[in-house]
Antibody, heavy 115, light 111 residues
Framework: EVQLVESGGGLVQPGRSLRLSCAASGFTFDDYAMHWVRQAPGKGLEWVSGISWNSGSIGYADSVKGRFTISRDNAKNSLYLQMNSLRAEDTALYYC????????WGQGTLVTVSS | QSVLTQPPSASGTPGQRVTISCSGSSSNIGSNYVYWYQQLPGTAPKLLIYRNNQRPSGVPDRFSGSKSGTSASLAISGLRSEDEADYYCAAWDDSLSGPWVFGGGTKLTVL
């Protein structure tokens, strides 16, 4: 069974940093692109960032470009999101998602940016 | 403002058939597959439809998807109370909007 488990969320002050992790299992991790998608409280879904299977292609939403960095470690079946210079508007549930023809999402980790 | 356009709400009575529309453009729905997600309160989105009209294993055949041009729709037949949820459409996008774009979501109420 494909499983994605996010971790690393929490309460952080504006301007500080946080690193999210996603542990993948049940599939060949380095066969797939991976993504981060977020959902602000009471709002819709927003793609945040994506990375190809070999990290050769990386993309970011304009809202996080220059502040967030996506990375992966295929040896550890893990995906990461380094979030710097956090803002109140980054408060959201962050989901890790497997690419491919049948996307799979994790349960999410909550990031709250507040003083 | 979401890239894909969905009605904010829809409703139906038990047993009815309801449809939810999703409108996009040539760079997303017009040239790529459409996906549909169901989000029950307090839970992560669940994939209902992939590649326009395919159901993952475990999704009842009451749920069906279709696509025509730059629009898509999700149909739910034999509506049940447990279908009350938020529904999102999604598609790949070939422009600068990002690989994945989403609709704003449709809140389905079972009356």
């Amino acid at each position: 069974e494909v499983q994605l488990v996010e971790s690393g969320g929490g309460l952080v002050q504006p301007g500080r940093s946080l690193r999210l992790s996603c542990a993948a299992s049940g599939f060949t991790f380095d066969d797939y692109a991976m993504h981060w998608v977020r959902q602000a409280p009471g709002k819709g879904l927003e793609w945040v960032s994506g990375i190809s299977w070999n990290s050769g292609s990386i993309g970011y939403a304009d809202s996080v470009k220059g502040r967030f960095t996506i990375s992966r470690d295929n040896a550890k079946n893990s995906l990461y999101l380094q979030m710097n210079s956090l803002r109140a508007e980054d408060t959201a549930l962050y989901y890790c998602a497997k690419g491919g023809s049948i996307p799979v999402w994790g349960q999410g980790t909550l990031v709250t940016v507040s003083s | 403002q979401s890239v894909l356009t969905q009605p904010p709400s829809a409703s139906g009575t038990p047993g009815q058939r309801v449809t939810i529309s999703c409108s996009g453009s040539s760079s997303n729905i017009g040239s790529n597959y459409v996906y549909w997600y169901q989000q029950l309160p307090g839970t992560a989105p669940k994939l209902l439809i992939y590649r326009n009209n395919q159901r993952p294993s475990g999704v009842p055949d009451r749920f069906s998807g279709s696509k025509s041009g730059t629009s898509a729709s999700l149909a739910i037949s034999g509506l049940r109370s447990e279908d009350e949820a938020d529904y999102y459409c999604a598609a790949w996008d070939d422009s600068l909007s990002g690989p994945w774009v989403f609709g704003g979501g449709t809140k389905l109420t079972v009356l």
